[in-house]
Nanobody
Framework: VQLVESGGGLVQPGGSLRLSCAAS????????MRWYRRAPGKERELVAA????????YYVGSLKGRFTISRDNAKNTVYLQMNSLKPEDTAVYYC????????WGQGTQVTVSS
């Protein structure tokens, strides 16, 4: 089982990034997928989630409207489009696959700074 995040980096406030999480080693299309983040000095928190077929999404309230989660089951990949980024969005972002068991990726750093 492997989850590999990519797409992080340094971006100015107001900018955008799209994170990707490529999955392998399990039946991706059966799993709920989530994005979490851990900001410096804080607990890891849920950012967004998407059901296995992609029909339902969930966002932490303050992020709804700026972040969009999506998935492509043909590519075994889940995405997080992040717009209007703020310095407080700085964190390591992780993808998480959940069915009977949960699997974590290694994380990708997002830094929002001028």
């Amino acid at each position: 089982v492997q989850l590999v995040e990519s797409g992080g980096g340094l971006v100015q406030p107001g900018g955008s990034l799209r994170l990707s999480c490529a999955a392998s080693g399990f039946t991706f299309s059966s799993y709920v997928m989530r994005w979490y983040r851990r900001a410096p000095g804080k607990e890891r928190e849920l950012v967004a989630a998407i059901t296995s077929a992609g029909g339902t999404t969930y966002y932490v309230g303050s992020l709804k409207g700026r972040f969009t989660i999506s998935r492509d089951n043909a590519k075994n990949t889940v995405y997080l489009q992040m717009n209007s980024l703020k310095p407080e969005d700085t964190a390591v972002y992780y993808c998480y696959a959940l069915l009977h068991y949960g699997y974590w990726g290694q994380g990708t750093q997002v830094t929002v700074s001028s």
